[in-house]
């Protein structure tokens, strides 16, 4: 058989691909979603046509555009836990699986696959509380989030196709949740075209306050925390040295890599200021619909409901949003 092989102008097409989303206003990225995708071979049910451009986003975009990262997340830590990338030598090894790693695998390296999933349920769970949506996801679809996500080809096959996406992955995260605490801050400020009276989408008729607006800058600095931490864990996965430190054509050494964590250069989440396109929506645009380059369709669904069934016994995570000032 031969393997889809993930190239590096798929990955690049991840971040430089122009978002379908520019524009979108107050009904946020879930309806754009539905939008392009509604026709295609999904389960959307109805298409949503958004008219008129907001300036900058709204607290509701950026909850429903973390929500669907936070999918997509989902989506992919859950498909490699089950594919075969997991049989990789530096992850359960030959013969292994998720919960039942071989002698000759890694059973702290799928724990940090596992640790990840784990966390991005708990963020997911989160943001749909704060959009008034079912905790266990079964409001996603009707509220426009995508059902399916699509990948390259290969992309859960092996470790080599699988790390190049992920890392280019969660460092969207990092860079859009950088962008949500400048927005919120921006908000509770009332500062750079930002409105300081955001409506509170769970509580119909209600607006946050600004202490609201400044516990979501901070809770959105704690998740960003979190997705770094991902990153450097998953650049510590392969079996390199420090004589030879490259593996999928990404020098892995140090795993602890940067200075400061990157904005990514995002302006936006949904809407760039200044009706700019480098944002998040943009970055993940490719995930969204099935194209020539990413054809291979994951369902949510299966991942969201299946996931505990790849948890090891033992591995656990803990904490909860910090507290406001």
């Given amino acids: 058989m031969v393997v889809g092989k993930v190239t590096q102008d798929m990955i690049d097409s991840v971040v430089n691909r122009r978002s379908f989303l520019t524009g979108v206003g107050a009904v946020g990225i879930g309806a754009a979603a539905a939008t392009i995708i509604g026709c295609g071979n999904n389960n959307m049910n109805t298409t949503t046509t958004v008219s008129g451009q907001a300036s900058t986003d709204t607290a509701a975009q950026i909850f429903t555009a973390a929500l669907i990262a936070e999918d997509l997340a989902i989506t992919t830590y859950y498909n490699a836990l089950i594919g075969g990338v997991i049989q990789d030598p530096n992850l359960a090894g030959a013969g292994g699986s998720a919960t039942n790693v071989s002698a000759s695998g890694s059973q702290v390296n799928v724990a940090y696959l596992q640790g990840a999933l784990l966390e991005e349920i708990q963020h ?157 929506a943009t970055a993940l645009g490719s995930f969204l619909s099935s194209s020539p380059a990413f054809s291979a369709g994951f369902s949510f669904t299966a991942a969201n409901s299946g996931y505990a069934s790849v948890i090891t016994a033992g591995v656990t995570t803990s904490g909860t949003i910090p507290s406001a000032e």
């Fill in 124 to 280: 997911a769970q989160l943001l749909r509380t704060l959009l008034g949506l079912s905790p266990t996801g079964s409001g996603d679809v009707g509220a426009g989030v995508p059902a399916t996500f699509y990948y390259p080809t290969g992309t859960f096959d092996n470790l080599t196709n699988f790390l190049p996406l992920l890392l280019t992955l969660e460092t969207a995260f990092v860079g859009a949740y950088m962008t949500a605490v400048e927005e919120f801050a921006s908000m509770a400020a009332g500062y750079n075209g930002f409105s300081s009276t955001q409506a509170n989408p769970a509580m119909s008729g209600s607006n946050y306050t600004q202490a609201d607006l400044i516990l979501y800058a901070k809770v959105a600095a704690s998740i960003l925390g979190v997705e770094a931490e991902h990153r450097a864990l998953i650049r510590a996965i392969p079996s390199v040295t420090v004589a030879s430190p490259t593996f999928a054509a990404t020098n892995l050494i140090p795993a602890n890599n940067v200075n400061y964590e990157s904005d990514a250069s995002l302006t936006g989440l949904i809407v760039g200021v200044g009706g700019t396109s480098t944002t998040a």
